[in-house]
């Protein structure tokens, strides 16, 4: 049996905590129990020898860790620039530790590395990074500091940054984490390519990306730079700057990540004009903060793949800094909308048609499994001859903030999606029939806060 999981996210939030419960976005170690319990009871029922757990991709929060705060050292170099003994791999050791020690997130270590007891047999654990965790890929040292985590063997090798899984010598499954079809976050647009191979090289995987700069500079620099202009106590005190900064925090669980900016303007209480009049300084700030790292917007610029008169325009702009005068709405939304650019609820389907294992003939490779949008979804892609061949998104394990079709209100979900895949020779409990391969997929979304991350009346 193959159990897929993605998007957990583990982190250290304490940066942000400020008397505000919520800041801390981890789940309990309570859920992930629960969750493999009620698997551990599935298979007592079926003939299941051995279990494949799958971590497909962001499983930690490296490249959003406010530790990249502390001086100029950034995550958007390559993976080949973080080498053993330098100041990056130090930083992403102590970035990985501080999440490790998180109560919740040490909690959850221990469920993991207790599985086989729990299941009575043997769990083979298999880790993908992400787009946010691809600097785990880096070192020994690093690479090692995460297998100890789940309690894998030690090793040197690197994590590989896709899964095959084979049967008789075929491969049946793969699994990616799914930011390949996102060109803001991979190395490559893989809509130019005429066809996805199996196995996409491994340089792609390597390279930073203008995602990496948006998570750093502006989705986890907002609360920092906000706590500046306004002080914890001024924020504490003030319900609007209360909400506000709860809002900054919670950005980057928006979905679709282009609803983002209108968020922060539906903050619950607090009326379009008051909200600008509130968050206007810190925007001004941030895009100052841009404007005078050369090396900064250089990157944004180069990771953009932006067209030639548009990079113009807004290195023009940047260079004036013509916000100093006043930030009108519509400017930030025009400098911005360019660089938050990233995919919507789901993979673009084109991109999943260019897969190679579609093709004509090729029968044995049934389904493909990814993450990165945080939308638990199924789709059938083709059926040729009676093979029918999947797409499976694995969705996420942490609170997401939906949006209504219009982008202009949004709610709160807690969501867990659990994917199991039932090999030949496995029985499925659910069924009386021999079922040969097989998948159950279970997206299970809820609405209700989680009584230890109220915050008072912060309603969404």
């Not at 419960?21 to 981890?26: D, F, G, H, Q």
């Not at 609820?345 to 260019?354: F, G, P």
């Not at 994917?419 to 998948?439: A, V």
Request: glycine fraction near 6%; charge should be negative; charged fraction near 25%.
């Amino acid at each position: 049996m193959l159990i897929v999981l993605s998007d957990l996210h583990f982190a250290d939030t304490s940066p942000y905590t400020m008397g505000i419960n919520r800041s801390n976005l981890n789940l309990p170690g309570r859920v992930y129990r629960t969750f493999f319990r009620e698997i551990a009871e599935l298979i007592k029922e079926g003939q299941v020898e051995h279990i494949d757990l799958i971590l497909a991709g962001d499983i930690f929060e490296i490249t959003r860790s406010v530790m990249w705060h502390n001086d100029h050292l950034r995550p958007y170099v390559h993976n080949d620039e973080v080498t053993e003994g330098t100041p990056h791999e130090q930083r992403i050791l102590d970035i990985l530790d501080a999440i490790a020690t998180d109560p919740k997130v040490a909690d959850t270590a221990k469920v993991f590395r207790s599985l086989e007891d729990l299941f009575g047999m043997p769990v083979k654990i298999h880790y993908i990074p992400g787009n946010h965790d691809r600097l785990a890929n880096t070192t020994p040292k690093i690479r090692n500091k995460i297998r100890e985590f789940f309690g894998i063997e030690e090793s040197d090798d690197y994590f590989s940054n896709q899964y095959l899984h084979y049967r008789d010598g075929e491969a049946r499954i793969l699994i990616r984490h799914g930011h390949e079809y996102d060109q803001s976050n991979f190395g490559t647009n893989l809509s130019l390519w005429p066809e996805i191979p199996t196995v996409i090289d491994k340089s792609y995987y390597d390279m930073p990306v203008l995602g990496d700069i948006v998570t750093v500079e502006i989705a986890s620099k907002l609360p920092l730079l906000f706590r500046e202009q306004y002080g914890d106590e001024a924020i504490l005190s003030d319900s609007n700057l209360r909400r506000m900064y709860q809002r900054l925090i919670d950005f980057d669980n928006v979905r679709p990540n282009n609803a983002m900016i209108n968020f922060l303007f539906s903050t619950p209480g607090i009326n379009r004009k008051e909200i600008w009049k509130i968050i206007e300084p810190v925007l001004r700030n941030l895009l100052d903060e841009i404007a005078k790292n050369n090396t900064l917007a250089d990157d944004i610029m180069a990771l953009g793949n932006f067209k030639k008169l548009s990079a113009k325009a807004i290195m023009s702009i940047f260079k004036m800094r013509i916000w100093r005068r006043g930030l009108p709405l519509w400017m930030f939304n025009g400098l911005t909308n360019p660089v938050m650019r990233k995919t919507g609820h789901d993979a673009d389907i084109t991109l999943l048609n260019k897969e190679s294992f579609l093709t004509e003939g090729n029968v044995h490779l049934r389904c493909l499994v990814s993450g990165h949008t945080h939308n638990a979804t199924v789709r059938l892609l083709s059926v040729e001859d009676g093979v029918e061949k999947y797409y499976i998104n694995s969705g996420t394990f942490r609170n997401v903030i939906t949006t209504t079709p219009g982008q202009n209100k949004f709610g709160r979900l807690r969501s867990k999606a659990r994917i199991l895949i039932y090999e030949e020779g496995e029985q499925n409990p659910e069924y009386r029939r021999e079922t040969g391969w097989s998948f159950d997929f279970n997206a299970r979304l809820g609405f209700g806060d989680d009584a230890e991350n109220l915050i008072d009346s912060l309603g969404d």
